[in-house]
């Protein structure tokens, strides 16, 4: 957040240009390099006066570059040094090496704060089962074969998605194809269908259909990914015998 008035500086040490006491005088100008510096305040000040530590507010005040002591000095007196601290109250940057992984909060290093180059990580994983035996004879795809369907929202729009569908399927077709792909949302990203069998002459053909995609939605919002089923004819029975069908989605930072 913006500050009102000096923004604090943090671990800036500096030691003042030598002073030379005035006879009578209890104000001075402080620099670094004949510039005027201006601590944050007193308390972020270590001040010495004739080899003794001086006690901040009491012993003297600061106001913008000058520095007042709460009594005239006189000749013979010396100002040791002045150091000036900074910000004493931040931490400033920490040093190299020194952030152990129990100081990162859960969940704090997104992939945008990833290199270029570094990713290629699974960052999430979301699964989805069926063991319903599903039936159809539609020659087209339709979420009606199959409840195989999981929501993921990627961290990031460069990052991608990898679809692993795997269901066990069993034709009653004589000469006709079996056919799956995957929608993303309403959309079909399996081309020409990414899982294909085709049956001749005999039915009754049990077999396991795996499709696997890697999707880029260029999205950052809930993607619903489906799998569908169709036939070019003829019946087929997805899960059949109520066996487990399954769809898993990974998200793959960029």
Request: charged share 10%.
């Amino acid at each position: 957040m913006a500050y009102i008035g000096k923004t604090p500086t943090i671990g800036n040490f500096q030691v003042c240009d030598a002073i030379s006491v005035v006879n009578g005088q209890a104000a001075y100008t402080m620099q670094v390099g004949s510039v005027n510096v201006s601590p944050e305040s007193a308390n972020h000040m270590l001040v010495s006066l004739n080899g003794i530590l001086q006690k901040a507010g009491s012993s003297f005040t600061v106001s913008g570059s000058t520095i007042t002591f709460a009594s005239n000095l006189v000749t013979g007196d010396v100002i040791d040094f002045i150091q000036i601290l900074g910000n004493v109250l931040d931490l400033g940057v920490p040093s190299d090496a020194t952030v152990s992984t129990a100081k990162i909060v859960d969940g704090a290093v997104t992939s945008a704060k990833l290199a270029s180059g570094v990713g290629g990580k699974v960052l999430q994983v979301v699964t989805a089962t069926d063991s319903t035996a599903r039936t159809t004879t539609s020659t087209s795809y339709v979420t009606a074969s199959s409840s195989l369907s999981v929501n993921i929202t990627p961290a990031s729009t460069s990052n991608k998605i990898f679809l692993i569908c795997n269901t066990p399927v069993k034709e009653s077709l004589n000469g006709e194809t079996f056919l799956g792909t995957i929608f993303r949302d309403s959309t079909d990203i399996g081309g020409n269908g990414l899982g294909l069998h085709y049956q001749e002459a005999s039915s009754n053909i049990r077999f396991p259909m795996t499709m696997c995609l890697l999707d880029s939605p260029s999205s950052s919002s809930q993607i619903t990914y489906t799998a569908r089923f169709k036939t070019s004819g003829g019946t087929a029975t997805i899960n059949e015998g109520n066996r487990t069908g399954t769809l898993t989605a990974f998200e793959v930072g960029a």
